[in-house]
């Protein structure tokens, strides 16, 4: 009895470690997505180099991709995983073109063995064609019969007579141009027929306007609901939280290291001085890492610019969810389908 | 906005009258449609408006009694013609 439960007991403990380590390897997976931050680069010139790179990691060597482009050559990029090339836009081989390598250099060994197999192979390609062959044959012998056409089938003679003339339009394709009946092709006949199609013309293009018109005039309907939804108290509460996530999600985004400067000068000084003012009203001279300089004396633009940020998918998730369990914002949600028209 | 019992309607949105008038009634957006009012001044006889202009902050209070509908200033023109000779305004 107590050996039993004493392997009872192991069999539980050893089911309790691989679950623990199941659990405990699937929150350290998630852990790691949520958390480790996603790593972004640009950096960019325009001096005597005129181009820029761009660059994004995940994991440090796990995930790299990489692009940019300078003036004069061409655009390169490429993508790592586990420091093997993935993908890239240079000579360079990548895993997948190395693997197709080493399957064909397989391939080919394989061929080389045993000749008699070949042979044989061969032999049975070259029957298959033949019997390729004899079958488009017989298919082209089934059209020469298709063509035939028996002396007693009128459909088929007429259709070999009234092949190629042109349709009139008015209902004179089938009649005969060697004078049996009249072809009532007089100066009057052809201003009726212009004045018909003049007609049909502009009726075509009042019900077209029309058309024009109702699919305006039911835009501006859609317009008018989509404003007076807009206005609501309730809509105004969920634009300004909306706003104010998008603007912190802005901000998040926005590169955490920075380093480099701007030059610029407009022909016209103050423009110059306009754009300055526009930058510090914005907060973009005092206190950053990368320094505007505004030239007053020549119209000039050269730059060097090297940031660096990171993103982590949690915030992501947090905005998400703070989006999703908001009542009033999925009550908005529901009511702006309505309103759109969507449900 | 009231209509006349006897609406005169041109030629060239008779057959989508029905609904000019109901999206009229709901103040909604109409694409060229001309109303003729009684004018507004006395020394005239009647005023042809644009149907978008009625939709200006103005006229959201004023009582509109409009007595005919055209599809354009040009038809307009011609009913108010028509409803002279009509009314024996002119003979």
Known sequence: MAVLLTILLTILKVIGIV?????????????IVLFVPVRY???????????????????????????????????????????????????????????????????????????????????KEQTDTSQFSSYAQRVENDNNISDYNPPGNPAK???????GKPDTGDGTSGQSDTGDEPTGDGPAEKLRKLIKKAQAFAYEAKNKTDAFYEKVEDGMDKIERIEKFYYENESQHTVQKLLKL???????????????Y?????????????????????GLVVGRQIEIIPDFSRATFHCKLDVKGRIRV????????????????RHVYKKGKKVIGHE | MTFADNLYVGESIKHKSERILSRME????????????????????????????????????????ILG???????????????????GVVS
């Open chain 2, 69 to 87: 509908i055209a599809g354009s200033k040009q038809e307009a023109m011609e009913l108010v013609a028509s409803m002279l000779i009509t009314e």
């Open chain 1, 246 to 260: 998008i603007k912190r999600t802005i901000a998040y985004v926005m590169p955490t290291k920075g380093d480099g």
């Open chain 2, 26 to 65: 709901q103040n909604k957006f109409l694409m060229e449609v001309f109303c003729i009012t009684k004018a507004s001044n006395p020394n005239n006889l009647y005023d042809i408006y644009n149907y978008l202009e009625f939709k200006q902050p103005y006229y959201k209070d004023k009582p509109i009694h």
């Open chain 1, 157 to 163: 003679e007429n259709a070999g007579t009234e092949a």
């Open chain 1, 314 to 329: 949690f915030y992501f998730v947090r905005t998400g969810l703070v989006i999703i369990l908001d009542k009033k914002i």
């Open chain 1, 262 to 282: 701007i030059c610029y000068g407009w022909w016209d000084p103050a423009t110059t001085g306009k754009i300055y003012g526009i930058c510090c009203a914005l």
């Open chain 1, 19 to 31: 679950l623990l380590a199941v659990i405990g390897l699937s929150l350290l997976i998630l852990a």
């Open chain 1, 41 to 123: 680069e640009v950096s960019g010139e325009f001096e005597e180099n005129k181009g820029g790179e761009a660059g994004i990691s995940w994991l440090g060597p796990l995930i790299r991709i990489r692009g940019g482009y300078y003036f004069g050559n061409e655009l390169f990029y490429w993508a790592k995983v586990f420091g093997l090339l993935v993908y890239s836009s240079g000579d360079e081989k990548t895993i997948f073109t190395k693997f197709r390598d080493w399957k064909e250099k397989r391939a080919k060994k394989k061929a080389a063995k045993p000749a008699v197999i070949k042979e044989h192979k061969e032999h």
